[in-house]
């Protein structure tokens, strides 16, 4: 049964999400901590060259640009296939879809509560990196990554946000492109609901939207299998 967005404990986290949030952003923090003091301690070594330092750069470049194309695959797949009772990521696909109904909802939500599932995907799949690695540049990559993809659905929130409510820091981020403003993710919301899916940085949008990369892959899924995404019925698709 898909619990409905608009109920008013929807909005409230419990324990366990907040539980999950924390141990979330706890592993982001190992994997960058652990990558800093390796990399640290290894400096005045000679293992630690320039080339170690363009590595890790490259890594943390990579993690954020990649954690912008996950988000963007994800929201796609959540707006545009299964139901709200399809098993286990139904409740997601209700959230996603209801969203484009009542947009501002998102932003009455507990952080922890917007953030837990996204933390506990994280934890269950970066923390065996940050016990089993020791290496800087594998971490800072899992780090940012981790770290992005975690705070996604809160970078989308607020670019719904009007900026006089932002936090200066957060207007700050969204001007420099570091984190998606809504001048950009806005054009999500336009029909037919079939453009700018990514929404950490936005980063991605303007290759794939170019490219038509997720219309290509909907008419391979529909030739495939015959499921038509939801963007094809709305106007002007």
Known sequence: MVHHQHDESWYKSTWVHRAWFASGCTTVLISLAKSMLITISGA????TTPLTWLRLAF???LGYVLADLVSG?????????????TPVIGSIIYTFVDHHQHPMELNKCDT????????????????????????????????VLSGFGIFN???????????????PLVAALQDAGIIVPWSQHGAHHRPPLNTNYCSVSGI???????????MAMEVVLFRVTGVRPRSWAEPDS
């Not at 917007?114 to 016990?131: D, E, K, R, S």
């Not at 659905?153 to 936090?167: D, E, V, Y």
Request: aromatic letters at 12%; hydrophobic letters at 45%; a positive charge.
């Open 73 to 85: 695959v994800y929201h796609w797949a959540m707006d545009n296939y299964g139901s709200p009772e």
């Open 112 to 143: 922890a509560a917007l953030l837990y599932q996204a933390a506990g995907v994280a934890t269950a799949v970066f923390l065996p990196v940050n016990i089993c690695s020791n290496d800087p540049v594998l971490l800072a990559f899992v780090g």
């Open 153 to 167: 659905i809160k970078f989308h929130t607020w670019a719904h946000t009007p900026k006089r409510k932002l936090p």
């Open 204 to 214: 991605c949008n303007r290759v794939l939207d170019k490219y038509k990369v997720f």
């Open 59 to 61: 890594a943390v470049l």
């Open 44 to 47: 005045g070594a000679s293992t």
